[in-house]
């Protein structure tokens, strides 16, 4: 039988230092930790209340309309009470982000003529208007543009199309 191999003492001495590196190799450094996300700049952050208040962008800034809530019926110019509502809440918005002007624009159906409904539209930009001045705002930091039967949002040779063109709409802009 064979007898087992026994390393030399010169043998020994090489593994030494090897053995020896290998115990002071320091680990793989772990992955980079990912960056952290950068805050929103403030006009990120402007334009997601203005998303969230169901605000669009627009050819001139970016428009609301209330639907609903800022309709009007015919021939009238007074805000409702659900209207004032609206109104208030995108107000405590519009602030809380630094948005300083806006923009009110009144539209009207196309029942009766073109000058009466140009009025008609103005009073109705004027009547939200006077509410954004009631809850703080500077009247001449708001805007007031009575665009008549001009711009429809719906067909005007239907009642729902008329209801939904009697309407107020407020436009920012966000710097």
Not at 9 to 29: D, G, K, N, S, Y
């Amino acid at each position: 039988m064979p007898t087992p191999h026994r390393p030399s003492r010169r043998h020994l001495l090489m593994l030494v230092p090897a053995l020896a590196l290998a115990a002071c190799q320091t680990p793989p450094a772990p992955p980079p930790a990912p960056a952290p996300a950068q805050a929103p700049t403030p006009k990120e952050q402007r334009i997601t209340a203005l998303k969230s208040l169901g605000f669009v962008p627009a050819d001139d800034g970016w428009e609301l309309s209330l639907g609903v809530k800022l309709l009007f019926p015919t021939d009238v110019d007074v805000v409702s009470d659900t209207g004032r509502q609206a109104v208030e809440e995108v107000l405590r918005t519009l602030r809380k982000v630094g948005i300083e002007k806006v923009r009110v624009e009144g539209h009207t159906d196309n029942v009766g003529s073109a000058r009466y409904n140009a009025a008609l539209s103005q009073r109705r930009a004027e009547s939200v208007a006077q509410l954004l001045v009631a809850a703080g705002w500077k009247a001449d930091s708001i805007e007031r543009r009575g665009l008549g039967f001009d711009k429809p949002v719906a067909d005007n040779a239907t009642p729902a199309g008329r209801a939904q063109n009697r309407r107020v709409v407020i436009m920012v802009k966000v710097d």
